[in-house]
T-cell receptor
């Protein structure tokens, strides 16, 4: 069965510092992988996605993620965090046959000014 | 394109009452999804439609829950005889299968927060 784990429940970083949010997935075939961000009172916004091809994908707001099949991981990175990046981040995996998406439990990011 | 809209944004009800939520997807999106999100958790899949056909329902969707998408446009999610455990954020998303680039990308609404007293 598909599943997603995000080992870090909460992370705190200083503004300007680099960020890496971890994500591991379980899926039998080549997955579709996503990172979403959710700010308080807002819906989920897609940051980036991996379907195939280049394993390093670029997203919006300066985020990038790297797909590593051998580690079943899809970690999210940003070189320099801004205070406005404080939010909840969700990694998700989708089946290739249709759009059902399984979300991880999320990582809450706090940014210290 | 105004995005996915959900109504109401907040609903407070008493245990045992029925509630109905509405979702308007992005126009011309043929797929529509409902998720439930409880505090501190990621969204959990409930059901999805392709056009007006309901193609899958999660085991989370008990007999008290019903969803419809009668004309393949907006959708409603009804919860009968609400229980305190139904308190959650109910999220709607839509996607299009019409182009390869758009496929599998879900756009989410802001959600309806349900509180059952």
């Amino acid at each position: 069965a598909q599943s997603v784990t995000q080992p870090d429940i909460h992370i705190t970083v200083s503004e300007g510092a680099s960020l890496e949010l971890r994500c591991n997935y379980s899926y039998g075939a080549t997955p579709y992988l996503f990172w979403y961000v959710q700010s308080p009172g807002q819906g989920l916004q897609l940051l980036l996605k991996y379907f195939s091809g280049d394993t390093l994908v670029q997203g919006i707001k300066g985020f990038e993620a790297e797909f590593k099949r051998s580690q079943s991981s899809f970690n999210l990175r940003k070189p320099s965090v801004h205070w406005s990046d404080a939010a909840e981040y969700f990694c998700a995996v989708g089946a290739s046959s249709y759009d059902k998406v399984i979300f991880g439990p999320g990582t809450s990011l706090s940014v210290i000014p | 394109d105004t995005g996915v809209s959900q109504d109401p944004r907040h609903k407070i009800t008493k245990r045992g009452q029925n509630v109905t939520f509405r979702c308007d997807p992005i126009s011309e999106h043929n797929r529509l999804y409902w998720y439930r999100q409880t505090l501190g958790q990621g969204p959990e899949f409930l059901t999805y439609f392709q056009n007006e056909a309901q193609l899958e329902k999660s085991r989370l969707l008990s007999d008290r829950f019903s969803a419809e998408r009668p004309k393949g446009s907006f959708s409603t999610l009804e919860i009968q005889r609400t229980e305190q455990g139904d308190s959650a954020m109910y999220l709607c998303a839509s996607s299009s299968t019409r182009t390869e680039l758009a496929k599998n990308i879900q756009y989410f609404g802001a959600g309806t927060r349900l509180s059952v007293l």
